[in-house]
């Protein structure tokens, strides 16, 4: 543990990650505090001062309805991270229960579950959300599931590849050899040898559910209007470039600034915790 | 013989793993609340009506019967009519999937072409100022969706600096007739070498929008690849023997790192598929993006599952492609007994 | 001592840069070897014998957070004055190397003859394919391979561990270099095959009169093969000496200590050396030879 906080701390990008990830944090929670327009959040219509360039008023400009994109960008992460953390709060697990299995197991079951796994990743990811929110109503919590149903598979791959390693070495064999029940040995022997593995990948999922949720809003199929997100503001704004470029760029901007934090903090954990 | 062997099985997986595929998006696509023939025609619509279209989409059926049905028009290569534009899906997707395939196989292509040297580079200079440019921008590649990239290159190189066109796959005076749907083959097809040019001029933006977040990715990953490699004893007997540092990079180091890269690129070849969704939006390219986004908000159930079914397909016969480049360039793969 | 020695290593420290601080791993290693001569550097592992092979060669002090202090003197030229890329033109060429496990270190994705004919050109820049098959086919000879074109013609994981082992032998020599360092040759394959390599390679060295560097965890591999041995212990040089001195009489308790670890015959018991003993630390020993 400490020796991690010295080599997140002696890299100079990953202090630049955990500044860039602090603020995207900060805003989310504080937005309330911050926004200097919180009301525009939601559906307020104030023509007089819209398609407005940046000015010290509105620092980054405002919307074609006149809304302060800045007070917009800062709850575009609130829902953003919000929504990061349910799919990495649901998809973890159901992926780890399927490694897990698939791994020790092994014969049939493996082979059904693992089969289950390949078919839902040979349908490209952004395409598989994109089916599901094809058929069901584009609402927030049906993007959050759109989006889990695309990720277990990826923790359920990692954690059945380890698995399968750990079942042969000799602590699983002297586990074995004492008579500990399966279960015990799935989740208190190999488990804890995933831990590292599927915590880098979840610090660098992070960033990618908040780009893959964009992607689904910016083809109009994931959180809707009035809320504020980064995806649907980028896509409003393709409509008025070049004159009112800021509308695009600047939640553009903030997509990389959130997604990029949590690799460059990602990319230093994972030389960290799995060296090899 | 075992290179073949081997292809025929990965061709036998691919296909179950397809039949899977179809399994699991007909199901989705019938297990959603409401009346699937009631959503199609839309709230306007009489009860006749949606009684007809009930009996033509065959949902009064067991949902098992139902995807038999599905399964058997499929074999024949019928997927149904598309409630969106009214015409078989079949020819929807045969007119819309060149145009994507063609900007994917492009970014493809440039994935390979600049990822894999980026991602040596950094390894041979390991620590150094070229490998931490190249480090820092790959991941600033791979931290911006597709349509992001194509919103920046749009701005910077057709409107401030208008190099590039907009929109559009070749120039609006230029009449192609219509071949293969693969303008560039179309376009030599028929001796229109200006034509080429129009359509190459057009694919270049879109398609390195495409593979910004690809070509970053192959980087990282040869980079990572070639770094063990460079750990092996293959390697330091070659130090030992003093061959040159850009030799033992070039002959020894890079050829080994290639082939895993290859099978992850084959992978990243999803993330082409989808994202080409984001990029076509942007550029207004004529592809499957327009149509699928259009028939899903339609709530188009045939052409969403025929969207889907040829996407995955497209993958997964990228895939044996890559796995049979990776077996041939690997001899111990080449010259194994078993093939497995 | 008339003629220039073919290694001189005086007061050899390597310590390593961490994000602990620094670590000395050698301690002022002194060594030398005259022309012609076998010498077997015997210690644990982590004992900093490898570490200084690869100082000899020159690889080490690439290492980017390796620091390396003292004098390596190859044919009375200091390697500290020499530029990387000096350094790297005698390896392959004067100086070459033997690795543990040969299957790993001979590169599996060219033929053999492909890597022989790299190797040749360290010294025949404009060698044809050809002439080093030719070449190395008669070097093969000399390691007892009769088919020849078979073995040129394939990778190295379609061959047994002791071919390979024999092929790597063939490669290092082939050059004739004046200074052979064997890093654990054939602890990889099993006892007998790696006493039949051992032959051979003593056999071949003999013959051409190559200077060798035997590294080796184990006394009794380097008996029938070193003319002298040091005993490195830690990182500083316990004992040197005569081989049949330091078997007949061995002085200090680190040697006794690996002596009587080693097993008389094939599959004796594991040996079993204390991890420390505050004896190990003691002076260096030595036989009576000048220092």
């Known amino acids: 543990m400490r020796r991690t906080t010295y080599i997140l701390l002696s890299n100079p990008l990953s202090v630049l990650g955990l500044l860039l990830v602090g603020f995207v944090f900060f805003c989310a929670s504080f937005a309330d505090f911050i926004a200097p327009y919180p009301d525009h959040a939601g559906a307020v219509i104030n023509f007089a001062f819209a398609n407005r360039p940046p000015s010290p008023e509105y620092l980054l400009g405002t919307d074609v309805v006149g809304r302060d994109l800045l007070s917009r960008i800062i709850y575009a992460y609130r829902i953003a991270l919000g929504m990061a953390l349910v799919v990495l709060l649901i998809a973890p697990p159901i992926g780890i229960a399927f490694g897990l299995i698939a791994g020790y197991i092994g014969g049939w079951t493996d082979f059904v579950l693992m089969r289950i796994t390949d078919i839902f990743l040979s349908i490209p990811p952004l395409v598989l959300a994109l089916a599901i929110m094809g058929v069901m109503e584009p609402t927030l919590i049906n993007a959050m599931l759109a989006v889990t149903a695309m990720w277990w598979p990826w923790y359920a791959r990692l954690v059945y590849n380890i698995t399968r390693g750990e079942k042969v070495e000799g602590y699983v064999l002297a586990a074995e050899v004492i008579g500990a029940s399966k279960t015990h040995i799935m989740f208190r022997e190999i488990l804890p040898n995933c831990v590292p593995a599927v915590v880098t990948k979840m610090t660098l999922d992070f960033g990618y559910v908040i780009l893959i949720a964009s992607s689904l809003s910016f083809l109009g199929l994931g959180v809707q209007a009035p809320t504020p997100d980064l995806g649907s503001m980028v896509s409003e704004g393709t409509r008025y470039l070049p004159d009112s470029w800021w509308m695009t760029v600047f939640p553009g901007l903030a997509i990389v600034i959130a997604v990029f934090g949590f690799n460059l903090v990602g990319d230093v954990l994972r030389d960290v915790l799995e060296p090899d | 013989m075992s290179v073949f062997r081997r292809l025929l099985w990965r061709l036998g997986s691919s296909l179950i793993v397809l039949i899977g595929v179809s399994m699991l998006i007909f199901f989705i696509a019938r297990i959603i609340p409401g009346d699937p023939a009631r959503i199609a025609l839309g709230p306007r619509a009489t009860e006749e009506q949606v009684a007809q279209m009930r009996e033509t989409l065959n949902l009064n059926e067991p949902i098992i019967v139902q995807y038999g049905l599905f399964m058997s028009d499929l074999v024949r290569g019928d997927l149904g009519i598309s409630l969106y534009s009214n015409r078989p899906v079949m020819t929807d997707l045969a007119e819309y999937l060149p145009a994507t395939l063609e900007l994917v196989l492009l970014a493809g292509l440039m994935m390979v072409v600049l990822g894999l040297p980026l991602g040596a580079l950094s390894a041979r200079y390991r620590g150094l100022w070229p490998d931490n440019l190249v480090r820092v921008v790959t991941l600033l590649t791979v931290s911006a969706p597709a349509f992001v990239w194509a919103v920046g290159l749009v701005l910077v190189f057709a409107y401030f600096m208008p190099l590039f066109p907009i929109t559009g796959r070749i120039a609006d005076t230029m009449n192609i007739p219509r071949l293969t749907g693969f303008m560039l083959i179309d376009t030599l097809a028929a001796g229109r070498f200006d034509g080429f040019l129009s359509a190459v001029h057009h694919m270049v933006l879109p398609a390195f929008a495409l593979s910004l977040s690809g070509i970053g990715q192959s980087a990282r990953l040869t980079r990572a690849n070639m770094i063990a490699t460079y750990e092996q004893p293959a390697i330091e007997m070659a130090q030992a023997y003093g061959f040159s540092e850009g030799r033992i990079a070039r002959r020894y180091a890079f050829k080994p790192s290639l082939i895993p890269s290859l099978t992850i690129i084959g992978l990243d070849f999803a993330a082409l598929l989808g994202n080409a969704f984001l990029v076509e939006v942007i550029f207004a390219w004529p592809g499957l993006s327009r149509y699928g986004v259009g028939v899903i908000l339609q709530k188009d159930l045939n052409a969403i599952v025929g969207t889907v079914l040829i996407i995955s397909a497209t993958f997964l016969i990228a895939n044996i492609i890559v796995d049979f480049l990776v077996s041939v360039l690997n001899p111990r793969i080449r010259l194994s007994e078993d093939g497995s | ?291």
């Open chain 3, 1 to 291: 001592m008339t003629s220039t020695l073919t290694l001189d290593i005086k007061d050899l420290r390597l310590s390593f840069r961490n994000w602990a601080g620094k670590t000395e791993v050698l301690h002022g290693i002194d060594l030398t070897i005259a022309p012609g001569e076998r010498v077997a550097l015997v210690g644990e592992s982590g004992s900093g014998k490898s570490v200084t092979s690869r100082i000899v060669l020159g690889t080490m002090q690439d290492v980017r957070n390796a620091s390396v202090s003292g004098q390596v003197a190859f044919e009375g030229t200091e390697l500290s004055t020499l530029k990387p890329a000096e350094r790297r033109a005698l390896r392959g060429r004067d100086m070459s190397m033997i690795f543990q496990d040969p299957t790993s270190a001979l590169n599996p994705v060219f033929k053999i003859g492909e890597l022989f004919q790299e190797v040749l050109k360290r010294r025949h820049p404009n060698i044809s394919r050809d002439a080093a098959r030719q070449k190395a086919s008669v070097i093969l000879q000399d390691v007892s391979i009769d088919d020849a074109d078979r073995v040129l013609n394939s990778y190295s994981f379609q061959l047994s561990g002791g071919m390979n082992q024999r092929v790597m032998i063939a490669m290092a020599l082939i050059n004739e270099p004046r200074l052979l360092l064997a890093d654990e040759p054939g602890t990889a394959l099993d006892v007998t095959v790696q006493a039949q390599t051992l032959a051979l390679m003593r056999d071949l060295v003999d013959q051409k009169g190559t200077s060798v560097l035997f590294i080796s965890h184990n006394l009794g591999v380097v008996r029938e093969f070193a003319d002298r041995i040091y005993v490195i212990y830690r990182g500083n040089i316990v004992e040197r000496g005569p081989t049949a001195a330091i078997f007949d009489a061995p002085k200090h308790p680190y040697t006794r200590a690996l002596l009587s670890a080693m097993p008389r015959l094939t599959g004796g018991g594991i040996p079993e050396i204390e991890e420390r003993a505050p004896s190990f630390d003691d002076p260096m020993a030595t036989h009576g030879e000048d220092a």
